[in-house]
């Protein structure tokens, strides 16, 4: 489904000047339902001045009105024919100057918990090339000691839908092709929810203190069958070292 330009200012727009629920915005927008809350709390998007999407001809009054009185209504994009062709535009994702630099440590994210993941479909989520990948994988990039793994979602360079979709398809990839996955990597392809919600796998511990294993030689196991020794017997002395000389 094609989303409309400036997806993100247009449902700026349509949260403060309509009534259609979190869904029906977050659809037409191709943007999550938790995105679209965190718009109308005013934690999300803070800034944007929203993009009118009826007087940008992207919707009409009448299919707005139709989806506010029946929110099980999906908005559909009014036919702009200069748009045809836009969304196949191929190429690198565009990543803002300002985020640029969070690229490396999005890609060691990347490699170090999703290592199914393709170069290609890793360059695809942040918008880089596969020689930096190569290099954070092969740890021989420039700044490696420095970086420092963090979550491109967190960071926005991708959205979790986007990644999760890549991951499921990393997975069925080497599903096809016969591989076997550890129980790690198949406990990294469960999206996000899931995986907060799974509950915690007992660990087996690394080393048993105080329960090792121990051996008794022929001696000390007689030592242990015989009688126990009256303590008092080695304070009575003999009658004749008692005697005064």
């Known amino acids: ?8 200012a247009t449902a700026v727009w349509l949260v403060d000047n309509t009534t259609l629920t979190f869904k029906q915005v977050a659809d037409f927008c191709d943007l999550h339902e938790l995105e679209v809350q ?6 999300v998007a803070t800034g944007v001045k929203g993009f009118d999407p009826i007087a ?3 919707l009409t009054a009448e299919e707005i009105k139709a989806a506010e009185e029946n929110p099980s209504h999906k908005l559909r994009l009014k036919f702009n024919p200069a748009a045809v062709g836009e969304e196949k535009r191929r190429g690198p994702r565009y990543t803002p100057l300002s985020k640029r630099q969070d690229r490396p440590a999005s890609i060691y994210w990347l490699v170090k918990f999703h290592p199914e993941l393709s170069d290609g479909q890793v360059s695809k989520l942040v918008g880089t090339t596969k020689p930096t990948i190569q290099a954070i994988r092969e740890r021989t990039h420039w700044n490696i000691q420095n970086i420092e793994p963090i979550d491109p979602v967190a960071l926005g360079l ?39 919600g799974a509950p915690e796998e007992p660990k087996l511990p690394s080393a048993i203190e105080g329960l090792e294993t121990f051996s008794l030689s022929t001696d000390d196991v007689e030592k242990t069958e015989e009688a126990p020794v009256d303590a008092d017997s080695f304070f009575n002395l003999p009658d004749g070292d008692t005697d005064d000389e």
Do not use: Y
């Open 38 to 43: 965190g718009i109308a709390d005013g934690d």
């Open 1 to 8: 489904m094609a989303k409309p330009i400036m997806a993100k």
């Open 56 to 58: 940008n001809n992207q």
């Open 158 to 196: 991708c959205k979790q839908s986007e990644l999760d979709l890549a991951v499921h398809k990393a997975a069925e990839k080497k599903r096809a092709e016969g591989g076997v996955m550890s129980d790690d990597e198949r406990r990294k392809l469960v999206s996000t929810e899931q995986s907060l």
